[in-house]
């Protein structure tokens, strides 16, 4: 079965950075779609990065300059580095894989941002 594993969140001050990384399994990796998703208390859920087989990126224009999406096809990881972290990135954040519309999605894991 699908399974997709994130981790790296924690609790980080303002300014400070943190790497989350997303293991999956059950999947061709390589020919996914890959995003990170977040979803702040009493919000909807929201793209923040999303990176394509090939490698192209897109971001939300609230995170640009400051997160970067990558990903490693021979570790089947997808990975977030977020840089200059504001409170108003306190999130659950959750992987998604896509292929042919058919979404999967990890557990989360919470980051929080203390100001």
């Known amino acids: 079965q699908v399974q997709l594993v994130e981790s790296g969140g924690g609790l980080v001050q303002a300014g400070g950075s943190l790497r989350l990384s997303c293991a999956a399994s059950?999947?061709?990796?390589?020919?996914?779609?890959m995003g990170w998703y977040r979803q702040a208390l009493g919000n909807q859920r929201e793209l923040v990065a999303a990176?394509?087989?090939?490698?192209?990126?897109n971001y939300a224009d609230s995170v640009k300059g400051r997160f970067t999406i990558s990903r490693d096809n021979a570790k089947n990881t997808v990975y977030l580095q977020m840089n200059s972290l504001k409170p108003e990135d306190t999130a659950v954040y959750y992987c998604?894989?896509?292929?042919?519309?058919?979404?999967?999605w990890g557990q989360g894991t919470q980051v929080t941002v203390s100001s």
């Open positions: 990176i394509s087989p090939g490698g192209s990126t």
């Open positions: 998604n894989a896509r292929r042919y519309m058919v979404d999967n």
């Open positions: 059950g999947i061709i990796f390589s020919l996914n779609h």
